[in-house]
């Protein structure tokens, strides 16, 4: 399927616009999103799915080690099971975590295709060929909800038949607060690239789709987390000088090619964009190599980062309601490259703010003055605090100020960015008070190597779409290709992780 631009800024008047690109324009434009609420949902859900995996299924590849570290002798065998056995793992971890991130990705459109076929079947048996029975896929909208209850009770229940187990001791508690925070990024990664494919299919709820101007949305979520999760965890944040503009170009140089790369074959096999989501020719590559190049120039100690970032936020959002809102949501284009690509360059104020006081975040929480790792509990009930804090920040912002808006990345899509994101990580914090929880295999192999993870979902998602037009796609075939998809950038991350690959880009 070809991504169309707005129809107020690309459209031709003078030209005949065909039924299908008609059709597609308006399949991803005029989103509003979703609510707060859902979102929050959402947002509890997903970690909760890979905390009951640790909580499960967390002995396959430890048994299989021990198994074959009593067979020294014979290495043929140890090494035909050791490879059986991580294949089990990854294959019980694909099942466990990302299957049922697909399927609340899709408003369990499997469960709806299933009871819709049923329904059917049983008026046709009954005679009632005839009538036209209209089942909608909105009617699952409440499965969010009753998801969210379903997880947090078998959670609940986990801990009480656990209580008396054996608990972490503190050493492992420090090595865990690093395990949780790639956990996080490994699972903000899974949402992504799930749902940068699913976005092109009827399955995806176009509440969870980017949003036009203002809104909530889950892919709005992603675009920040994405910065978030680097700023989180980045050479700042751990107390490490910052490098020149030299370094910080070439640090940077893959990013920006990977943004004129997907400009000129988007280009080049008439791929079109949605031109409002951020320009003519930006693209988000562009926007992280601009907030890299930005944190590299401005040199601020991640002790003041967290101050500066909430200045560089107020200000922008001075900015934005002094006029400059309506500038970047206007459909008016000049010629120059600024005024081409406004959303994009702008943002990127917006997008550093949050990357700074992510920069802070992460130091306090997880660094010590001197870079060593924080205590597992502390880190803990401060992320919790963070987390309420910024929720009802977003709340009063969203209600008083302006509504969260991803095209501008204002203040209250910044606190929102903020609020979600903790909230998954105290989640997955949680995991402390649940004896025996272990980072799944899955996990690790995408951790090991997180952004080829993500350029292969992107190139697969471009084949997808040049291959098929996914708008078209009936439900079950639809989610098929995306179970499939995400089979494939599994396993794609699971072979270099067994053959200890690493990916380096810079």
């Not at 700023?231 to 940077?252: D, E, H, K, N």
Request: net charge positive; aromatic share 14%.
């Amino acid at each position: 399927m070809k991504k169309v631009a707005n129809n107020k800024e690309s459209e031709d008047p003078t030209r005949t616009v065909p039924a299908e690109s008609s059709l597609i324009g308006k399949f991803v434009s005029n989103l509003s999103g979703s609510s707060v609420l859902e979102l929050f949902v959402l947002s509890a859900l997903f970690p909760m799915v890979i905390l009951l995996r640790h909580t499960f299924g967390i002995c396959e590849i430890d048994h299989v080690t021990n198994e074959t570290a009593s067979k020294k002798k014979d290495t043929s065998k140890v090494s035909l099971r050791n490879q059986r056995g991580y294949i089990i793992t990854m294959i019980v971890d694909f099942l466990s975590i990302v299957l049922p991130m697909t399927l609340l990705c899709t408003n369990f459109v499997l469960l709806y295709v299933c009871i819709k076929r049923v329904i059917m079947f049983c008026y046709l048996k009954r005679g009632y060929g005839r009538y036209q029975y209209n089942f909608k896929c909105q009617v699952f909208a409440e499965w969010t909800y009753v998801s969210g209850v379903v997880f947090i009770l078998v959670l609940l229940f986990s801990v009480a038949s656990k209580r008396h187990g054996s608990s972490r001791d503190q050493e492992d508690g420090l090595y865990s607060l690093r395990d949780y925070v790639s956990t996080y990024r490994v699972s903000m990664m899974l949402i992504t690239c799930i749902c940068i494919l699913a976005v092109d299919f009827k399955i995806f709820p176009r509440r969870y789709a980017k949003t036009e101007t203002y809104g909530t949305s889950l892919m709005d979520v992603g675009v920040g987390a994405f910065v978030f999760a680097n700023s989180f965890v980045s050479r700042q944040a751990r107390g490490i000088s910052t490098m020149g503009l030299r370094s910080a170009l070439s640090s940077t140089s893959p990013l920006l090619f990977l943004g004129f790369a997907r400009l000129v074959s988007t280009t080049g096999v008439d791929y079109q964009v949605h031109v409002g989501e951020y320009g003519v020719h930006w693209n988000f590559f562009f926007t992280l190599a601009g907030v890299a190049v930005l944190t590299s120039v401005i040199n601020v100690s991640p002790k003041y980062c967290g101050l500066v970032g909430s200045l560089v936020s107020i200000g922008y959002q001075v900015c934005l309601m002094s006029g400059l809102n309506s500038y970047l949501l206007s459909a008016e284009r000049g010629s120059d490259i600024i005024s081409q690509n406004k959303e994009g360059i702008y943002s990127i104020f917006g997008y550093w703010g949050l990357h700074l006081i992510g920069v802070w975040l992460g130091n306090n929480l997880l660094f010590g003055k001197d870079g060593s790792l924080r205590t597992n509990r502390w880190a803990t009930k401060q992320v919790w605090i963070l987390c309420i804090f910024f929720w009802c920040l977003t709340l009063i912002l969203d209600s008083y100020v302006e509504r969260p808006s991803r095209r501008m990345c204002n203040l209250t899509y910044i606190t929102l960015i903020l609020a979600t994101n903790l909230e998954m990580l105290a989640i997955l914090m949680l995991s402390d008070y649940i004896p025996g929880g272990k980072v799944s295999l899955l996990e690790q192999a995408i951790n090991r190597n997180l952004l080829a993870f993500f350029i292969v979902a992107n190139l697969f998602t471009g084949l997808v779409n040049l291959s098929m037009d996914t708008l078209f796609v009936s439900p079950f075939p639809a989610l098929l290709i995306l179970i499939i998809y995400c089979f494939i950038i599994c396993a794609a991350a699971a072979y270099a992780d067994y053959n200890v690959f690493k990916f380096k880009f810079w």
